[in-house]
T-cell receptor, first 115, second 111 residues
Framework: GAVVSQHPSWVICKSGTSVKIECRSL??????MFWYRQFPKQSLMLMAT?????????EQGVEKDKFLINHASLTLSTLTVTSAHPEDSSFYIC???????????FGEGSWLTVV | RKEVEQDPGPFNVPEGATVAFNCTYS??????FFWYRQDCRKEPKLLMS???SGNEDGRFTAQLNRASQYISLLIRDSKLSDSATYLC????????????FGSGTRLLVRP
């Protein structure tokens, strides 16, 4: 069964609204989680590293005020896409680091469509 | 230059064929290497890690050439169920253990 769970799997929202995606580690504590974005026929691009109890580390070119990341507990990280626009429509996927980098598990991903 | 480069394919092969995928990476300091499989509209799943000495898992064989910064995946006796996109992944072992993904090579196995 899944060890990292994402919710929702699919979401459609209107332009200008905000959407929150949750990433949970189910049977282990994850001090570090990662958020990726994948556009059609492209590779997964790391957006940010989510650190429990501290600020996320964003990759170059990713707007931290637009993609809010909160990692308030050892089993939950959330990504909020604020003021969403159609160009934000993408596959968002998280991963959690188990065993300090030796085992990384992915969530099932979340498809976001902004209309 | 992309950090991890792959031939996008698609590779269209008959069942039973042997197919090989190649990947190059740009960061000579990279320490860990993986092949992931991604089915359409799904999350990537780890297929196998790649070790310096080369390693095999059933029909799958992975090779690493650090000098050339080159990784390969060989699939023998292809099955229909092998149809997927294969992602070459490099873990740059900085403090955040980031995974860097290639854009993937698509494999289609036909009956």
């Amino acid at each position: 069964g899944a060890v990292v769970s994402q919710h929702p799997s699919w979401v459609i929202c209107k332009s200008g609204t905000s959407v929150k995606i949750e990433c949970r580690s189910l049977d282990f504590q994850a001090t570090t989680m990662f958020w990726y974005r994948q556009f059609p026929k492209q590779s997964l691009m790391l957006m940010a590293t989510s650190n429990e109890g501290s600020k996320a580390t964003y990759e170059q070119g990713v707007e931290k005020d637009k993609f809010l990341i909160n990692h308030a507990s050892l089993t939950l990280s959330t990504l909020t896409v604020t003021s969403a626009h159609p160009e934000d429509s993408s596959f968002y996927i998280c991963s959690a680091d188990r065993d300090s980098g030796n085992t990384i598990y992915f969530g099932e991903g979340s498809w976001l469509t902004v209309v | 230059r992309k950090e991890v480069e792959q031939d996008p394919g698609p590779f269209n092969v008959p069942e039973g064929a042997t197919v090989a995928f190649n990947c190059t990476y740009s960061n000579s300091a990279s320490q860990s290497f993986f092949w992931y499989r991604q089915d359409c509209r799904k999350e990537p799943k780890l297929l196998m890690s790649v070790y310096s000495s080369g390693n095999e898992d059933g029909r799958f064989t992975a090779q690493l050439n650090r000098a050339s910064q080159y990784i390969s995946l060989l699939i023998r006796d292809s099955k229909l169920s092998d149809s997927a996109t294969y992602l070459c992944v490099v873990n740059s072992m900085d403090s955040s253990y980031k995974l860097i993904f290639g854009s993937g090579t698509r494999l289609l196995v036909r009956p």
